[in-house]
């Protein structure tokens, strides 16, 4: 179930004081203004050709379905701007002085909720002025907001293959206003790319493998971001992870052999049963998906239905690694060892014995890296986290933002 985003219960008043680039008449000593004729504050018969004071504000006073994107905004002519307040039912909003000396929200509207934005300002007669008015944005329904969901997880250590990968649960179709507020940032800094895999996804991938000990922050600032066809963003995430150290298992189908390499070294040498012919494991680099210590496997899921030839159903599979969204795993298979080091024998998962897929289980991670090479069916870019398997040019063309 997706919830709309309570706002944060904070307070932040913004006191600015800034000369305003225009003249206009003087203002009622202490006035008011702020009806639906525009917002505005003046002194009565108060013209902009004599100097006087004026305060507008947009949106207008007892507007209604304001749309959530819009900024609300004061402007100042005749005077210097003072104390500016957006407030709604459990935040004020904060602004900042806009380039013309006026100022304008920089914390989005939050959906079917009244605002009171008040402005004060001093006249180059000394007379003060105030306006206020208020507002009430456009109520959307769930159906109506996308909410985003990123991977990895808060805190999570992560393989030097992870990609970051930011999914929505309501379908986006203006891409570009979506992935101008998503960011990575990496310490140390490193190249990379949004590819949009469909409307629903969107996966950051560094140029080149992640660097062991990266820390990195993804920011999807999407709340009330336009996502086309009156779909908005529904609560702004940001989630810090690290890269740990630097794990690629590289798989021979030919050989019939994984070498696991940790940090750049040869760690472990392991006799493996790759896919039979019609059930080839495909060549390509595949990314640690999920970690299961047993796992039952179906090849209902792959789609051999029971009654074939092939079917299978086995129960407590151990130390399984998923690699696609097809049903590739890494995993002990105690039943092919005799073929494993000779012969591919499996529906093409990569099998070892139990001691080395043990082994494997506990030096691996998310993210971690399989490089296989071997066969002649190919991995692709959105079967699991195949996002190793186009160039990094290529990759980038998938971007929104080119």
């Known amino acids: 179930?997706?919830?709309?985003?309570?706002?944060?219960?904070?307070?932040?008043?913004?006191?600015?004081?800034?000369?305003?680039?225009?003249?206009?008449?003087?203002?009622?000593?202490?006035?008011?203004?702020?009806?639906?004729a525009g917002g505005s504050a003046s002194g009565d018969g108060a013209s902009q050709d004599d100097g006087s004071l004026e305060i507008t504000a947009t949106p207008q006073d007892g507007a209604g379905a304001v749309p959530v994107d819009a900024r609300p905004t004061v402007r100042v002519t005749g005077g210097e701007l003072g104390r500016v307040t957006l407030s709604g039912p459990r935040k004020d909003l904060e602004g900042v002085v806009a380039d013309d000396?006026?100022?304008?929200?920089?914390?989005?509207?939050?959906?079917?909720?009244?605002?009171?934005?008040?402005?004060?300002?001093?006249?180059?007669?000394g007379e003060s002025g105030t306006t206020r008015t208020r507002f009430t944005t456009q109520d959307l329904t769930l159906d109506q907001q996308t909410f985003p969901s990123?991977?990895?997880?808060?805190?999570?250590?992560?393989?030097v293959g992870m990609p970051v990968i930011v999914q929505f649960d309501v379908p986006v179709t203006d891409r570009a206003s979506?992935?101008?507020?998503?960011?990575?940032?990496?310490?140390p800094a490193q190249p990379g790319s949004w590819h949009w895999i469909s409307d629903s996804e969107v996966r950051w991938r560094p140029k080149d493998y992640w660097e062991p000990g990266t820390e990195v922050t993804v920011d999807a600032d999407v709340n009330s971001v336009d996502a086309g066809g009156g779909i908005y963003g529904q609560e702004s995430r940001s989630i810090d992870f690290t890269v740990g150290s630097s794990v690629i298992n590289r798989v021979d189908i030919a050989a019939h052999t994984m070498k696991t390499f940790i940090d750049g070294d040869l760690a472990r040498t392991m006799p493996i049963s790759a896919g039979k012919g019609g059930f080839e494991t495909r060549s390509g680099t595949k990314v640690i998906m999920e970690k299961f210590r047993t796992k039952t496997m179906d090849a209902a899921t792959t789609g051999i239905q029971p009654g074939d030839p092939e079917y299978y159903n086995i129960d407590d599979v151990e130390y399984a690694l998923r690699v696609t969204n097809s049903g590739e795993f890494l995993h002990a298979?105690?039943?092919?060892?005799?073929?494993?080091?000779?012969?591919?024998?499996?529906h093409g998962c990569v099998g070892m014995s139990t001691e080395d897929a043990a082994w494997v289980y506990d030096n691996t991670k998310r993210g971690d890296v399989v490089e296989v090479t071997g066969s002649s069916r190919p991995m692709t870019v959105d079967n699991g986290w195949g996002d190793w398997n186009e160039s990094f040019q290529d990759y980038s063309e998938g971007s929104a933002l080119g």
């Open 1 to 36: 179930m997706r919830l709309r985003r309570a706002a944060v219960a904070a307070t932040a008043v913004l006191g600015l004081t800034v000369t305003a680039g225009c003249s206009a008449a003087d203002v009622l000593p202490g006035g008011s203004g702020g009806s639906g």
């Open 101 to 125: 000396g006026g100022w304008v929200a920089t914390d989005r509207l939050e959906p079917g909720t009244t605002y009171t934005l008040t402005a004060e300002a001093t006249g180059e007669d």
């Open 150 to 159: 990123v991977a990895p997880l808060e805190g999570e250590t992560v393989g």
């Open 178 to 187: 979506i992935e101008r507020h998503l960011s990575v940032e990496s310490t």
């Open 333 to 346: 298979a105690p039943w092919s060892v005799g073929s494993q080091g000779s012969a591919n024998v499996s």
